[in-house]
């Protein structure tokens, strides 16, 4: 019924995690998020930041840094290990911000990891006005609510 579909999509809401990373620091200094030294830095030592939306101040947060953009997107699909149970994932969602072989890497690699199909877009022009081309995002359940 309809009330069984709201009142299951508001006990999952909070289970839903988005792991990001970005190809470019800039548009994390034009968005306020790191400042102009942390990007000349981060760009110039190759840092690729991991970031998560937190699902109650709905905010990007730092998790990790890696160096590399190969490493960054082999951390994001290994971090859905960590995060989730096998069971709850029927399929990963992939976004991207104009980096469609990026999120084509990720989703071959998600494939060979678990057992679950993975749907591939385009990130929204709001979000990707934040992050920058560049940006892959990965959306799945995680097994903390």
């Avoid at 809401?13 to 548009?27: G, I, P, Q």
């Avoid at 998790?63 to 096998?86: A, M, P």
């Avoid at 399929?91 to 071959?108: L, N, R």
């Avoid at 709001?126 to 799945?140: D, K, L, R, Y």
């Amino acid at each position: 019924t309809y009330e069984e579909i709201v009142d299951w999509l508001e006990s999952e809401e909070k289970a839903v995690c988005h792991l990001f990373t970005v190809d470019n620091l800039s548009y994390l200094h034009k968005g306020g998020r790191i400042s102009k030294t942390q990007a000349i830095i981060g760009a110039t030592l190759g840092i690729k930041p991991l970031l998560k939306l937190t699902n109650t101040e709905q905010e990007l947060k730092l998790y990790s840094k890696v160096r590399g953009r190969q490493k960054s997107l082999n951390q994001l699909v290994e971090d859905i290990k960590n995060r989730t149970t096998d069971n709850k994932n029927e399929f990963i969602f992939i976004s991207h911000a104009d980096c469609k072989d990026d999120a084509d890497y990720c989703a071959k690699l998600i494939k060979k990891s678990y057992n679950c199909n993975t749907y591939i877009a385009d990130m929204t022009p709001t979000i990707g006005a934040h992050v920058g081309p560049g940006a892959v995002n990965i959306t799945f359940f995680s097994k903390e609510n």
